[in-house]
Nanobody, 125 residues
Framework: QLALVESGGDLVQPGGSLRLSCAASGSALVKYAFAWFRQAPGKERTGVACISSSGGSTKYADSVKGRFTISRDITKNTVYLDMISLEPEDAGVYYC??????????????????WGKGTQVRVSS
């Protein structure tokens, strides 16, 4: 059973940067495709970035392209979300999620089987 724990959320000023971490335990990270989701107050949870189980493919929501980067460190069994040029609209609870895909190159936001509890990001001056 895969367990996910997010960390790194904080209060930052507009234009600032943050690195979110998703520590995985219970199974090897390479078996899973991962995604980061964001839920702003009063809004639905939406996917912002995802990475294939091979690590070779990534995809981003249009709103974060060029500003967010998803990556992983196999040796630490951790997935990261690096965020720069943060905007107030980026605020929300960020969740890490994973699923075992049928293909090592599959990426997406659907059918996630494992979820963390989230980490809060606030962007305000």
């Amino acid at each position: 059973q895969l367990a996910l724990v997010e960390s790194g959320g904080d209060l930052v000023q507009p234009g600032g940067s943050l690195r979110l971490s998703c520590a995985a335990s219970g199974s090897a990270l390479v078996k899973y495709a991962f995604a980061w989701f964001r839920q702003a107050p009063g809004k639905e949870r939406t996917g912002v970035a995802c990475i294939s189980s091979s690590g070779g493919s990534t995809k981003y929501a249009d709103s974060v392209k060029g500003r967010f980067t998803i990556s992983r460190d196999i040796t630490k069994n951790t997935v990261y979300l690096d965020m720069i040029s943060l905007e107030p609209e980026d605020a929300g609870v960020y969740y890490c999620a994973a699923r075992q895909p049928g293909s090592s190159e599959w990426i997406g936001y659907f059918g996630m089987d494992y979820w963390g509890k989230g980490t809060q990001v606030r962007v305000s001056s």
